[in-house]
């Protein structure tokens, strides 16, 4: 591996916030919000869907396991393809695959039919999030890392908010029958309306640095420091420049890197099996426990859809003030015990999966944020593919154990989300004590 010396990266990390920031941040945050409302609409379609089509319970289950199936080839694939050849070409390319999965999906007859297009869509947004959180993560100065990835992984819960008031809409509005598949076609119409936007998104300057294209970076940083109106005066620093295959990235994932791999990991196993195992348990589960009807499902998601968004937010804006090792321990731990609040029957499920949501969907936002920011850009996007494989393919099965027990006794149910919150807050303990706190850090500095 050779090194260049360049002070594109420093001068990038010592730019204030500027109107060009803003617009890089919502033309590709939009993917969480994307990702949410696909998973979200399922959730709370999926009982009048299941019907429609005759789905038993376990391949009802199947849906959201199928999107993930799907999400995990596209996070391996595009991921090595965001590292190779750029975040860019990759932008346009997984949207609308995305777009197209799901759009389809409201044509699906059968229950084939309907999971083959859940893995395209599944497939499509895979490789948004390996690009998209690689090029955030190398483009927003160091100082704003924390609060800017935490806010973008709040707004999965903007997504949720917007599928559960769709789904709430249109079940009032149709038929039950005809209702979920309005329910996909605007999904998969409203991704387009992206892709206009995503064409003045640049390529990542630290991802052209790495590949040694510094006349194409420079370009970049100069546009964005005209637009700042300074040129800060920095340091040159020492950027690697990897010219690996595929499997040398592997080898120095699991060699070099192999406790944040570990760590990592485990954060994406733990983000993916509580949400997707929660998600699927509410529709097919808890809707029982509590008698609830298809429209009282979309409801609970919504008012959980609020908590998550107002949790996620206070954890984005604590991310680089409180810093991310006593937040991730905290949440997690809490997280844990907030499974058991379901155990209270006769409350309002309103109010308990609210106050749920309100802790455990805010675990995302600062555990993502670090499991990401520890890799060096010339591996980033597919390192992020890799984690983000092993955590749906974790939450691919959750969803299935999960109701597995839950058909027994829905406490089990329950046990189990809980054992995967241990796993991210034993992680996390561990980080604590061996790892580094990386609030306010450059990129260059932690990996």
Known sequence: MRFIYTDLTCRLDALPWTGFHTRFVLALGITWVLDAFEVVIVSAVLKPM??????????????????????????LVFGYLADRFGR????????????????LTGFANSFESAFFFRILAGAGLGGEFAAIQSAIDEFVPARHRGKVDGTITALWNLGSIMASLSALYLLKQFDEGFAWRIAFFIGGLLTLLIIYIRIYVPESPRWLISKGRLKE?????????????????????????FEGSIWDATKLILTKYRWRFLFSAS???????????MI?????????????????????LFFGSVGGLIGGLVVAFLNDRVGRK??????????????????????????????????AFSFASVAYVIAT?????YIRAYAIGVLSV???????FAPVLVIALANQDYRLGLLCISLFWLVGFFAFVIYAIKGKETKGMPIEQIS
């Open 280 to 300: 699927t348990f509410l529709p097919l589960g808890l809707s029982k426990v509590y008698n609830l009807s298809s429209k009282q499902v979309s409801e609970v």
């Open 390 to 396: 092993l955590g749906r393919l974790s939450g691919a």
């Open 50 to 75: 299941a019907k429609a089509l005759q789905f038993t319970t376990q391949q009802a289950s199947l849906m959201v396991s199928g999107f993930l199936i799907g999400a995990i080839l596209g996070s």
């Open 217 to 241: 970076a420079e370009e970049i940083v100069k546009k964005v420091e005209r637009e700042a109106g300074i040129s800060p005066k920095v340091e040159s620093c020492q950027i690697p420049v």
């Open 326 to 359: 006593v937040l991730g321990v905290s949440i997690s731990g809490l997280s844990a015990l907030a499974v058991f609040l379901f155990l209270l029957t006769d409350a309002n499920p309103k109010v308990l999966y609210f106050l749920y949501s309100l802790i």
């Open 373 to 377: 920011e520890i890799y060096p850009s």
């Open 267 to 277: 954060m994406s196993f733990t983000i993916l099996t509580t949400y997707y195992g």
């Open 88 to 103: 860019k070409k990759l932008f346009i390319l997984t949207l609308l695959l995305y777009a197209g999965g799901t759009f």
